[in-house]
Each structure stands twice: as C-alpha cells, then as structure tokens.
C-alpha cells in the first residue's frame, strides 16, 4: 500500500511535466478535407516548398511550373495531371501513382520516388539526376524518355540511366 502512493505520484508527476506532442495545422499540408471534389485543382506557379500531400487524388490538377522542392507526397495518385516544368528535386514520393500525368521538363533531381508507379506518364525533357526509382518503373520510363531538360541541360535518358 506504501508503495501505491509513490507510483501514482510518479505517474501524476510524469503526466503532468511532460508536454503532450501537438500536431500544428500547418498551411503547407494538403489532404483531402480542403481538396475540391470535382478535382482540378489549380497549383501552377505556387511556391510550395516542403509542402505535404498525403492519401489524397489529385485528378486534372494543374501544377504547372509550380516549386514543390522537398515536397512530400505519400499515398498520392495524380491522374491527368499537368506537371510540366515543376521543381520537385529533393522531394519524397512514396507509394503514389501517377496515371497520364505532364513531367515533361520537369526537375526530380536527387527525388525518392520508391515504390511509386508511372503509367502512360510524358518526361520528355524531365532530369532525374540521382532520383531513386524502382527499377521496374524506371525501365517503363526509359522506353519514351526523351530530350533535354531546358533548365539544367541534363539528358532525360542519361539522368534515368537508360
């Protein structure tokens, strides 16, 4: 019984000097709550540095010439959309789709896009300089890749290491 009261005092003590973790909103976080339904959604141009898309479907969407370096996008399908131009190059794309998607002279350089998948995707002019790809995926690349990115200069099948 000596020994009830110091443990819960311990425990009170813990519970209360410790800082409970929270979870900042944070506008560089997309998920599907402020996402528009009907889909196509318009990011071109944005300034969206380390911004985070997760579990979301991205349909249409337009991210023309948008800067997504050091984005995130985790459990994200992008069917249809335009990414022509984009910078994601230190990005992380983890288990996302992209369906009939524009990467044409897009910068993925230094970009994790392990077991991610691409289907009918353009990179013509796209540079993945020291991007980390699935083989499988990267094979299915190199069988359209083509030209030079206008940005860096870098061959689009050089820098997929077909």
């Given amino acids: 019984m000596k020994y009830w009261r110091l443990i819960v005092g311990i425990l009170l003590a813990v519970i ?3 800082p409970l973790s929270v979870q900042a909103a944070s506008s560089s976080s997309v998920t599907r709550s402020i996402l528009n339904e009907a889909g196509g959604e318009d990011f071109s141009g ?3 540095i380390r911004a985070e898309f997760t579990s979301v479907t991205l349909r249409n969407a337009n991210f023309t010439n948008a800067d997504l ?3 995130v996008f985790n459990g994200v399908t992008l069917e249809g959309a335009n990414l022509h131009g984009v910078d994601l190059s230190s990005s992380l794309v983890y288990i996302s789709q992209f369906k009939n998607v524009d990467l044409t002279d897009a ?3 230094d970009a994790n896009m392990l077991r991610s ?3 009918n995707v353009d990179v013509t002019g796209a540079d993945f300089t020291n991007a980390l790809l699935d083989t ?3 094979r299915r690349l190199c069988v359209k ?3 030079t990115n206008s940005k860096t200069g870098v061959d689009t099948r050089e820098s997929l290491g077909c």
């Fill in 117 to 119: 998948s691409f289907v």
């Fill in 46 to 48: 944005k300034n969206l």
């Fill in 107 to 109: 910068i993925l350089s």
């Fill in 145 to 147: 890749a083509s030209g």
């Fill in 16 to 18: 209360l000097l410790m």
């Fill in 136 to 138: 499988q995926q990267t």
């Fill in 69 to 71: 370096r050091g984005a």
